[in-house]
């Protein structure tokens, strides 16, 4: 499979971990789910076992190979943090971040309670970034936990975005990544949502990436957001 990535924010993803399980609303229609149970039908070993949780120890090395560097995507077809992933598999993962020391790695991830706990424990190298997805506001307690984490850059993904974002709070924060939901039953993204939040981003100074408005037919809606497209990136990343 290639590693180049269609992700507007990214360059690549590594997979050293596949599967996951639903823990929270922005998971309902997940994209990593279809993709692996698709891949499953195509015959990818890699993906014999469905969405179920693997880990790939044959991918660890994989960016040492990509000599030019890339923001590389972690885990886009799992979550680093899940349960089912040891502590000592992250921390191989963590140690290849290390290495490469050329690349950017971002991490993201629902399960922000056990990131925080193994941040505390393991040192997150200055070449990863660490994310959560707040799809809802009621999930704003993820960004609390992020901020206890040691990464270099701390940023969110807001996507899906299935209701307002009401006082966003982006102390401690370095970016913001929000999208809509696609694919199919794709929930509906209200723009004034998305002005709330890009306006928010704008009034802190905080660097904003306008991913997709998303829907059924993503490419025909586009991303344009006022007239342009918005691919701000942290100040680590202009460096």
């Known amino acids: 499979m290639s590693t180049r990535s269609h992700i507007e924010w990214t360059d690549s993803t590594w997979n050293p971990v596949t599967g996951c ?18 891949l499953q039908a195509m015959g990818q ?16 090395e994989q960016p040492l190979r990509w000599r030019r560097p890339r923001r590389v995507f972690v ?3 799992s979550d680093l943090f899940h349960r089912d992933v040891p502590d000592a598999f992250v921390e191989r993962i963590v140690n290849v971040m290390r290495r490469a ?5 971002q991490i993201l991830t629902k399960r922000s309670e056990r990131m925080a706990e193994l941040s505390a424990v393991m040192t997150f190298p200055p070449n990863a ?12 307690w993820r960004v609390a936990d992020l901020c206890r984490s040691t990464a270099a850059v701390r ?9 307002p974002m009401d006082d966003l709070d982006l102390r401690g924060i370095d970016w913001v990544v929000l999208g809509g939901e696609s694919g199919p039953g794709a ?6 949502w998305v002005y709330a939040v890009r306006d928010r981003c704008v009034e802190t100074e905080v660097p904003f990436f306008f991913k997709q408005w998303g ?3 993503r490419r025909k809606a586009g991303r344009r957001l006022a007239g342009r497209t918005w691919d701000q990136l942290p100040m680590a990343a202009l460096a």
């Open 187 to 192: 929930r509906p993204l209200d723009p004034s």
């Open 75 to 77: 885990n886009s077809m």
């Open 129 to 140: 970034w660490l994310g959560v997805t707040v799809e809802r506001a009621d999930y704003m």
């Open 155 to 163: 940023f969110l993904s807001l996507e899906p975005l299935p209701g």
């Open 215 to 217: 829907g059924v037919r």
């Open 101 to 105: 020391h050329w690349h950017t790695f």
């Open 21 to 38: 399980s639903k823990i929270s609303a922005g998971c309902a229609h997940c994209y990593a789910e279809r993709m692996a149970l698709r």
């Open 45 to 60: 070993p890699k993906y014999v076992n469905g969405f179920d949780v693997c880990l790939h120890p044959d991918a660890l």
